[in-house]
């Protein structure tokens, strides 16, 4: 070969150049594993010395193809090991005993709701029928289910709610309400010498959920169970808050069947962990549904509702019991 250095002498040191040309083409026709030429294999396939992971882009095993119009061979012919995860529509089991129930008084005696057409706040009406409920719920095995009673002014009350139920790791939370209308709809009257205020368009009970909760479909599988149950009991829905006076009340309807509206951002309903529903059980701005929300008959038939319901959803044998008669007929 010809050396140029870097004077630019030249020195002569030529072999045969035929010679080189033979000893170059013999190099590459050797089988690639063969001497050193070894180490373009391990470039690509790294070192079988190693236990090196594959590359980022290694395709996985061939399968046959499809065909165009089958399904995927994963989707239709799972592993026989592989179990398929439970539906959160299962039916729930749980111990009566120990299921964490939380039973939310709505408002505060300081905040205390609505007023009734006969001046009584609503927190009243939502305290009494917790009170009913819990022990009715307790008396049947639920002997875990607290009543939450919370004080203060409205909105830091709510926040108070949230904490209780998500630090007591609650498996399922319900408020107790008493429905009312926007202010535009309301009537003047005089009750015992004070002037008060009502409306008779609108009566029946109203559950709420949010789409924003934890876990959404739980929260419909129960309000579908109480809202079946209230029909059971005779106790129509309050189909108001899809008309557009109800202004900014307006709430989409979920479930005509069983009565269920979406309210995404209340706060109870949305920053809870657990499963959690809000009840309106009835107009108490409605002068006829007043007293029947305050008579123990219809309180009695709300407390069966639930009661039957939350058996229901803990997969244990339950029967409604029929509604009185007189009560029922008297609703209608």
Same mark, same amino acid.
């Given at each position: 070969?010809?050396?140029?250095?870097?004077?630019? @002498?030249? $020195?002569?040191?030529?072999?045969?150049? &035929?010679?080189?040309? %033979?000893?170059? /083409? !013999?190099?590459?026709?050797?089988?690639?594993?063969?001497?050193?030429?070894?180490?373009?294999?391990?470039?690509?396939?790294?070192?079988?010395?190693?236990?090196?992971?594959?590359?980022?882009?290694?395709?996985?095993?061939?399968?046959?193809?499809?065909?165009?119009?089958?399904?995927?061979?994963?989707?239709?012919?799972?592993?026989?090991?592989?179990?398929?995860?439970?539906?959160?529509?299962?039916?729930?089991?749980?111990?009566?005993?120990?299921?964490?129930?939380?039973?939310?008084?709505?408002?505060?005696?300081?905040?205390?709701?609505?007023?009734?057409?006969?001046?009584?706040?609503?927190?009243?009406?939502?305290?009494?029928?917790?009170?009913?409920?819990?022990?009715?719920?307790?008396?049947?095995?639920?002997?875990?289910? @607290?009543? $939450?009673?919370?004080?203060?002014?409205? &909105?830091?009350?709510? %926040?108070?709610? /949230? !904490?209780?139920?998500?630090?007591?790791?609650?498996?399922?939370?319900?408020?107790?309400?008493?429905?009312?209308?926007?202010?535009?709809?309301?009537?003047?009257?005089?009750?015992?010498?004070?002037?008060?205020?009502?409306?008779?368009?609108?009566?029946?009970?109203?559950?709420?959920?949010?789409?924003?909760?934890?876990?959404?479909?739980?929260?419909?599988?129960?309000?579908?169970?109480?809202?079946?149950?209230?029909?059971?009991?005779?106790?129509?829905?309050?189909?108001?808050?899809?008309?557009?006076?109800?202004?900014?009340?307006?709430?989409?309807?979920?479930?005509?069947?069983?009565?269920?509206?979406?309210?995404?951002?209340?706060?109870?309903?949305?920053?809870?962990?657990?499963?959690?529903?809000?009840?309106?059980?009835?107009?108490?701005?409605?002068?006829?549904?007043?007293?029947?929300?305050?008579?123990?008959?219809?309180?009695?038939?709300?407390?069966?509702?639930?009661?039957?319901?939350?058996?229901?959803?803990?997969?244990?044998?339950?029967?409604?019991?029929?509604?009185?008669?007189?009560?029922?007929?008297?609703?209608?």
């Amino acid at each position: 070969m010809v050396f140029s250095g870097i004077f630019g @002498r030249r $020195l002569r040191v030529w072999p045969d150049f &035929r010679t080189i040309i %033979a000893a170059i /083409v !013999a190099l590459l026709l050797l089988p690639i594993d063969v001497s050193s030429a070894g180490f373009l294999s391990d470039l690509f396939k790294g070192s079988p010395k190693r236990n090196n992971p594959p590359p980022k882009h290694a395709a996985a095993p061939k399968r046959a193809a499809p065909s165009r119009h089958a399904a995927p061979e994963l989707a239709s012919r799972p592993d026989a090991d592989d179990k398929p995860a439970p539906s959160k529509h299962a039916e729930t089991k749980c111990e009566p005993a120990k299921f964490r129930l939380i039973v939310d008084v709505g408002h505060t005696a300081e905040s205390d709701g609505a007023m009734s057409a006969r001046n009584v706040p609503e927190f009243q009406f939502n305290l009494h029928l917790a009170q009913r409920l819990v022990e009715k719920l307790k008396s049947e095995g639920f002997s875990t289910t @607290r009543l $939450l009673v919370t004080g203060g002014r409205a &909105r830091p009350s709510l %926040a108070t709610r /949230v !904490a209780s139920a998500n630090n007591w790791h609650a498996d399922l939370f319900l408020s107790i309400h008493h429905d009312s209308v926007p202010d535009k709809m309301m009537e003047k009257w005089e009750f015992e010498g004070k002037t008060s205020h009502f409306s008779d368009r609108f009566s029946g009970y109203g559950l709420f959920v949010s789409k924003e909760n934890a876990d959404f479909e739980t929260s419909m599988r129960f309000a579908k169970l109480i809202g079946t149950q209230m029909r059971a009991q005779g106790i129509k829905f309050a189909d108001q808050y899809t008309l557009p006076l109800m202004g900014k009340y307006r709430h989409d309807l979920l479930d005509r069947d069983a009565g269920i509206y979406r309210y995404d951002h209340l706060i109870v309903l949305m920053q809870t962990h657990m499963p959690a529903v809000l009840l309106e059980a009835g107009s108490i701005i409605n002068r006829d549904e007043e007293l029947q929300m305050a008579s123990p008959a219809r309180q009695d038939r709300t407390v069966n509702a639930v009661t039957t319901a939350l058996k229901q959803f803990c997969g244990l044998p339950a029967q409604s019991p029929p509604p009185p008669d007189a009560q029922a007929k008297a609703d209608h």
